[in-house]
């Protein structure tokens, strides 16, 4: 596309990368209109910690000049780290005083920090992208469904940072998600140092992941004196509504899960067994290792959208923001050479390549957690990679190995 005046440009999804790039390109002086679905910046629960890593989501909070911002908000202890299997024994602990640069942050407040960075009317609530058309000349229409009525938008170059299930990315290709074999049941216990103090210890400052016989209970401490506990079970598709379970009723979802932990350690069952009453039930997807697409004038993508996985490489929101950063960088070249296109284009190539080798890595992650006999062979594989980069602080080697 060769423009001759300023493009217009809609960014659909005001989630972590719709966010980062829109700040971006508040701080270029490029219009952009944002597009996010959900009513309000309060009307969902965000879920829970995110530890962002130096190269990636930290590098794109540095150009968005957020860094110290973030640095007040952020968690150092919480990178600590502590691996076990179904009976409690101890496969890896990192007690990471000094931290390798990764703290965590809880997503609430990741969202709050970009949300405030941006004019107070910057992100259109309420407004569900329904369709995109094409029309003349690179450009798309954006059907919009809102309380309001309904609207239509032209624009020169349409950003899907909508996610999982985005509306822009069948546009560019008919690959669609695929289940990723895990489905999982988000929960949560408050005020957890009065309530479940022994759990409290056993968590510590950061994370604490228990795997065995393919099934997973994986804790974080959030910054809110919460601990939240993801029970990931590898299962069909279906199994959640299989078990005609009531998911919604948390005394039936705990007792439904009690019995498939039943073999588990009292301690670890104690995660489930006190949990409180907001248990989400959710079906974990994820796009082909290698999932590309040809570049077309008016359209990319970013985040998931571009490359939904797993959260077992702890990548996804990483990619996302630095995907922001990358492509604010294209469009404020391609506009200043009056060539969105190929900017663009040079966009995809590079954050295509970056995002097969993650993908792939939380691919191989997720077949080592849900092992029969792990975390043994996770364990084995965390401890070559750490060997090659230098030994970490407080590696504790299985004792049974
Ligand atoms: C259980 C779980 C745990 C995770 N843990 C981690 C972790 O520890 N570390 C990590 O890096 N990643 C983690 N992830 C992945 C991470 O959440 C995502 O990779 C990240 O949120 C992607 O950001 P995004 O901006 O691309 O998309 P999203 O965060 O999905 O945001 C998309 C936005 O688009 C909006 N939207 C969607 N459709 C429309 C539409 N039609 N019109 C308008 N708006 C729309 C949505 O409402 C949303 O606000 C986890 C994911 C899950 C499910």
Same mark, same amino acid.
Request: hydrophobic residues 35%; proline residues 5%; contains cysteine.
């Given at each position: ?6 493009p ?17 390109l508040?701080?270029a ?26 190269e990636?989501?930290q ?20 990178? &600590?780290m502590?691996?076990?299997?179904k /009976? ?23 969202r ?8 107070e ?9 329904g369709?995109? /058309? ?44 695929q289940?990723? /074999? ?10 957890i ?18 795997f065995?016989?393919?099934?997973g209970?994986?804790?974080?401490? @959030? ?29 039936a ?8 932990y039943? &073999? ?31 570049s077309?004038?008016?359209?990319t ?16 929101? @990483?990619?996302?923001?630095?995907d ?5 960088k ?34 191989r @992650? ?9 975390p ?7 401890e ?6 230098g030994?970490?602080? @407080? ?7």
């Amino acid at each position: 596309m060769t423009t001759t005046t300023t493009p217009r440009i809609a960014i659909v999804g005001a989630g972590p990368g719709g966010l980062l790039l829109s700040r971006l390109l508040h701080l270029a002086s490029i219009p952009f209109t944002l597009y996010e679905r959900e009513p309000h910046r309060h009307s969902r629960e965000q879920g829970g910690s995110l530890d962002l890593h130096e190269e990636s989501g930290q590098l794109a909070l540095k150009e968005a000049q957020l860094i110290d911002e973030f640095r007040k908000i952020a968690r150092a202890e919480g990178e &600590d780290m502590r691996v076990v299997d179904k /009976t409690g024994h101890l496969h890896w602990e990192e007690v990471d005083t000094d931290g390798h640069g990764r703290p965590e942050v809880d997503r609430v407040l990741l969202r709050g920090l970009l949300l405030d960075s941006l004019p107070e009317d910057a992100v259109e609530w309420g407004c569900k992208v329904g369709s995109i /058309t094409p029309t003349e000349g690179g450009k798309h229409d954006i059907h919009i469904e809102a309380a309001s009525g309904s609207e239509r938008e032209t624009f020169d170059l349409v950003v899907g940072a909508d996610g999982a299930w985005s509306k822009v990315r069948p546009l560019l290709s008919d690959t669609k998600p695929q289940y990723s /074999t895990i489905s999982c049941l988000d929960t949560r216990i408050h005020s957890i140092d009065t309530k479940s103090p022994h759990i409290s210890r056993m968590v510590g400052q950061g994370s604490y992941f228990a795997f065995s016989d393919c099934k997973g209970l994986m804790a974080q401490r @959030n910054g809110d004196g919460s601990v939240r506990t993801y029970a990931m079970l590898q299962v069909g598709e279906t199994w959640l509504k299989d078990t005609g379970v009531d998911w919604l009723d948390p005394e039936a979802a705990k007792e439904f899960l009690l019995k498939e932990y039943a &073999d588990w350690d009292e301690c670890l069952k104690d995660l489930i067994r006190h949990a409180d009453s907001d248990i989400t039930p959710r079906v974990l997807y994820q796009l082909p290792t290698d999932f590309a697409w040809t570049s077309k004038q008016g359209l990319t993508l970013l985040g998931d959208a571009a490359h939904l996985m797993t959260p077992f490489a702890g990548e996804g929101v @990483n990619l996302a923001m630095l995907d922001g950063l990358e492509l604010s960088k294209a469009i404020i070249h391609g506009t200043k050479l009056r060539d969105l296109t190929s900017a663009v284009r040079k966009y995809e190539e590079e954050m295509m390549a970056r995002s097969h080798e993650k993908m792939e890595e939380t691919w191989r @992650n997720l077949e080592l957690f849900f092992q029969k006999d792990a975390p043994r062979e996770f364990v084995k594989a965390f401890e070559e990679i750490m060997a090659q980069r230098g030994p970490p602080p @407080n590696a504790m080697p299985d004792p049974q190995a």
